[in-house]
Each structure stands twice: as C-alpha cells, then as structure tokens.
C-alpha cells in the first residue's frame, strides 16, 4: 500500500475482524472444518466445507434456517441446527429416487405419506457409500408439516410478507436420534428426499471467515 494510504487510514489492519465462533453466525463465503472421527461419514471426516448458499424455511409459528455446503466433492451437503436441551448439528445429503429404492422397500417407504403418521421403516440395503448415513430402522415424527422454502436467508428480517414455495415435511427418526431422513413433497409435486446425520457442535474443529 502507498503512502496516501498509510497516511489516511486504508490499511486493512485497521478494519475489524469479524469474530466468527458459532455455527448460527455462519454467512455465505465461510468455511468449517470438521472433526476427522470415522464416527463422521466420509463426505465429512476431516473436511473443509465452504458456505455456498444459506436458505430459510418458513413455518407457522417458527422459521429455520439451511447452510448450503460443499467440499471437495461435486456433493452438496446442508447443515441445519437444532436447539433443544443441547444444540445439535443436523447435516444432510439429498437422495435420487433409485437410490431411496436402493435402500428401503419403496411400499413400505410410501407408508410415510399416509395418514396417521405413524410409519415404521427398516432399511432393506445399506450401500457402501451411504452405510454411515444410515440406522437400521426409523419411525416417523413428523406427518405432512407445511411449510414455504425460501431461497433467501431471512435470519434478520421479517418474512410474513414474502411468498415462498409451499410443501409438506415428513419425517423419521432413528431411535437413538442419531439418524433421520426427511421428505419435503412441494406444490408442483416435486419431491426432496435427504439422509441426516445428528453431530455435536464440537465436531466443527475451525471456523474461518470469509475474507
């Protein structure tokens, strides 16, 4: 830097530097750095994970907030929080279709759409590349919750105003709440399926601000 800028204060050492110290501050352009325990799937072990998008998802009384992630890999991956008595990473890899048949007995994974609500599944196949994805068995939670997805991270602002896309969530828990899988079924009739694994905050070892 020249001496115009030396003089008048446009040296980067006189910024502040944001602190970055929880996975709830995480902004677009961030990295985490994940524990390198094999109790973490392969697509997380040991990685470094950049924010690549954040997105909110808007309840009746409630909204959520998903970090969009990704590695190494052409894999997208979402990290999600829950706060019950502890605060929980939840991250997620989407399935195809093929792959849900792969895994479970698709009459039986239909049950999940069905009313009460109260579907049992057992994983028939657990390939090798989604075996630490996946428990033996699930039960359901959560039946035709609606909701509206929105592609914009609202943490900070008030989005009783905006329109969203419209679905319903159903979902399964494994049950040592390790493990779940979700169905998002949107208006159009699209439908996201996705994988969770439930990890403690400490398994992020570093996080680096964006720059």
């Not at 390198?36 to 997105?55: C, T, V, W, Y």
């Amino acid at each position: 830097m020249g001496l115009f800028g030396k003089l008048f204060g446009g040296s980067s050492k006189n910024k502040t530097k944001r602190v970055l110290e929880r996975p709830e501050q995480l902004l677009v352009g961030d990295i985490i750095t994940l524990d390198d325990s094999f109790a973490l799937p392969a697509l997380l072990r040991g990685q470094s994970l950049e924010i690549k998008k954040i997105n909110t998802y808007e309840y009746e009384h409630s909204k959520s907030v998903e970090w969009v992630l990704q590695g190494s890999t052409d894999d997208i991956l979402f990290l999600s929080i829950e706060n019950d008595d502890v605060q929980t990473l939840v991250f997620s890899l989407k399935i195809n279709r093929d792959t849900v048949g792969q895994i479970f007995d698709l009459d039986q994974f239909s049950q999940l759409f069905d009313e009460p609500g109260n579907a049992q599944l057992s994983v028939k196949n657990s390939p090798n590349n989604f075996s630490q994805w996946l428990a033996g068995n699930y039960r359901q939670c959560e039946f035709a919750q609606f909701g509206y997805f929105h592609s914009l991270d609202y943490r900070e602002q008030n989005i009783s105003d905006q329109q969203g896309d419209s679905f319903e969530r159903y979902s399964a828990v494994s049950d040592d709440e390790k493990f779940g899988l979700e169905a998002e079924v949107y208006q159009d009739g699209e439908t996201d399926i996705v994988l969770c694994v439930h990890r403690p905050v400490s398994d992020i070892r570093q996080f680096w601000p964006k720059s």
